[in-house]
Nanobody
Framework: QAQFVESGGGLVQAGGSLRLSCAGP????????VAWYRQVPGKEGELVAR???????VYADSVQGRFTISRDNAKSTAYLEMINLKIEDTAVYYC????????WGRGTQVTVSS
């Protein structure tokens, strides 16, 4: 099944930074919007950031000014640069096509400690 493959997560102290990557399935990556989501056990998943095929970007209010989404169509890869991380950013982070979802990948765990 077509899935994104996320990587780059880890354990970081509050105020630190991480760069996440996700490799997208299919040769149609460049034709689709891509989004990062995050999930905390027991809570609903949250859209973190979305980038359109033309490069238009939307962020959740909670990450505005701290996270930067980008994409490299030649590599079929999307990125999420995260700075000034907060404890509440702790979650499993996933990628998907927001308007044409494929099966969810394993995600990458981000843990922010105090």
């Amino acid at each position: 099944q077509a899935q994104f493959v996320e990587s780059g997560g880890g354990l970081v102290q509050a105020g630190g930074s991480l760069r996440l990557s996700c490799a997208g399935p299919g040769s149609y990556f460049r034709t689709k919007a891509v989004a990062w989501y995050r999930q905390v056990p027991g809570k609903e998943g949250e859209l973190v950031a979305r980038i359109s095929r033309e490069g238009g970007i939307v962020y959740a209010d909670s990450v505005q000014g701290r996270f930067t989404i980008s994409r490299d169509n030649a590599k079929s890869t999307a990125y999420l640069e995260m700075i000034n991380l907060k404890i509440e950013d702790t979650a499993v982070y996933y990628c998907n096509y927001p308007f044409a979802k494929v099966s969810w990948g394993r995600g990458t765990q981000v843990t922010v400690s105090s």
